[in-house]
């Protein structure tokens, strides 16, 4: 039933939100050949490649829709609830399982990645069921098992490298529950044996971390912001929490490992390690440690199962009435993140053939990648090499000269001009040499903005 849930839930609004800036990534990214991919991988965002190799088979049965570009996170949301409550099941009763299945579909943070075409749902989703084999370790721990652990840990390291944080969570459980010396050395076997094999990726990730520039070193603030994300409304909030920590007493285990030990580590160690390594350098975001929330509604819900018979309803239908107006806001176009295919819109209304475009910076090029009908009469006068042939997501410009005298030719008598909701104050030379021309030979004709971006036409 949770997971029949949480994909109507997922269902809900996919197709009427329009992509955002990544999500753009993502649909220009597995456009591209296989070759392509793996190209520009070896430039930038190789952390993301496996993901970005799925999509691509996506793409080729699917096509590239908004609705399409997001099934695969839709599924994992889905996969992600009956992981839960499997898990729940497995180590403490069907109820708990139930109950905390529903609370993680339930979670607006959940919902909102089953709505992103990026890879965060498909981490939770993969999380959960290793998860499941963990705890299944404990009591039927051959060497099929340890290995096919092993290969699952691998695999979520290369959709998504912080995923791997939950490999101290798990060593904390076997820690705390006391486990034999037998299962520690074939448990860490099967986690040396992932972090080996992915350990090419890591070396390349390290020497793209300037994409994650954009960063700052998080405090005390973003730590209360990852837990209100996590739980919703204050007063869901609340309810979670009083949950949460009547299980941390009361809560009782099926097997060998009970909710506390495994759902604690989980919730609390890949933030922590997380938020202490951005102190030196910044990694953190909230969406990074998605695979952590599934702990919470695991945790939550062995709390909510001590209640008297089926009287854990009653908290159940509270948190959902709680939760509904946001789910509701954040289905509503006007809410998302850009708009994207609002100014795709406008300049298929207001362009003309022959038209030229500008893009500022060049990774703005993504959103004509990502709704490229509207953009197709238009000249990118800027562009030297398109982004698939230069292995990134902007593509090349020529030198600035180029670009200036580009803009100054006679075939050229309206340009477009798009760029974020406000100018960067500094700029790379191709930019300044579009801006300059511009400004020089060129008078402001238009200005349309939507959400994240503007759009200005200049005529002669």
């Not at 088979?57 to 009956?82: D, W, Y």
């Not at 709680?322 to 708009?339: G, I, K, Y």
Request: glycine share 8%.
């Amino acid at each position: 039933m949770p997971a029949l849930l949480a994909l109507a839930m997922g269902l809900w609004g996919a197709g009427r939100l329009p992509l955002w800036r990544d999500e753009a990534i993502t649909s220009e990214i597995a456009r591209r050949s296989a070759p392509d991919i793996l190209w520009c991988a070896r430039h930038i965002d190789a952390v993301h490649a496996a993901y970005y190799l799925f999509m691509h088979a996506v793409v080729q049965v699917l096509g590239a829709g908004e609705l399409a570009l997001r099934l695969p996170s839709v599924a994992a949301f889905a996969a992600a609830a009956a992981g839960v409550t499997v898990l729940g099941r497995k180590i403490m009763s069907g109820p708990a399982g139930l109950i905390a299945g529903l609370l993680y579909t339930g979670a607006p943070f959940a919902s909102h990645y089953a709505h992103e075409a990026r890879s965060y749902s498909v981490v939770a989703a993969l999380t959960v069921w290793l998860a499941v084999l963990f705890a299944d370790l404990a009591e039927r721990g051959s060497r099929r098992r340890y290995a096919a652990y092993g290969a699952g840990i691998a695999l979520l390291g290369l959709v998504h490298l912080f995923a791997l944080l939950i490999l101290p969570a798990h060593l904390a459980t076997l820690l705390l529950t006391r486990r034999t010396r037998t299962m520690l050395r074939r448990w860490s076997a099967a986690a040396a044996g992932a972090v080996a094999a992915v350990s090419p990726l890591i070396a390349l990730a390290v020497t793209q971390r300037n994409a994650l520039d954009w960063l700052t070193r998080p405090g005390w603030r973003d730590a209360l912001s990852l837990a209100e994300a996590f739980t919703g409304p204050p007063t869901a909030g609340y309810l979670l929490g009083a949950a949460m920590a009547a299980a941390l007493i009361t809560a009782r285990r099926r097997g060998p490992i009970g909710p506390q030990a495994l759902a604690v580590p989980w919730l609390l160690l890949p933030a922590t390690v997380l938020l202490l390594a951005s102190q030196f350098h910044p990694f953190y975001t909230g969406r990074y440690v998605i695979g952590s929330l599934p702990a919470m509604a695991l945790l939550a819900a062995a709390g909510l199962a001590r209640l008297p018979y089926r009287t854990w309803g009653v908290p159940l239908v509270a948190m959902a009435v709680l939760v509904a107006p946001l789910q509701v806001e954040q289905r509503r176009p006007e809410n998302w993140w850009d708009d994207l295919r609002g100014a795709a819109a406008i300049i298929k209304r207001e362009s003309r053939p022959g038209d030229a475009i500008l893009f500022l910076t060049k990774d703005r090029r993504s959103v004509a990648e990502a709704y490229p009908d509207a953009f197709r009469r238009l000249r990118d006068v800027a562009l030297r090499r398109t982004p698939a042939r230069a292995g990134n997501f902007g593509g090349t410009e020529f030198a600035p000269a180029e670009i200036g005298r580009r803009l100054t030719g006679a075939a050229t008598s309206r340009v477009w001009l798009l760029e974020g909701p406000w100018r960067m104050p500094s700029l790379v030379p191709q930019d300044r040499a579009k801006v300059d021309a511009l400004q020089r030979h060129f008078r402001q004709a238009g200005v349309w903005r939507v959400r994240g971006i503007t759009l200005s036409l200049f005529q002669r």
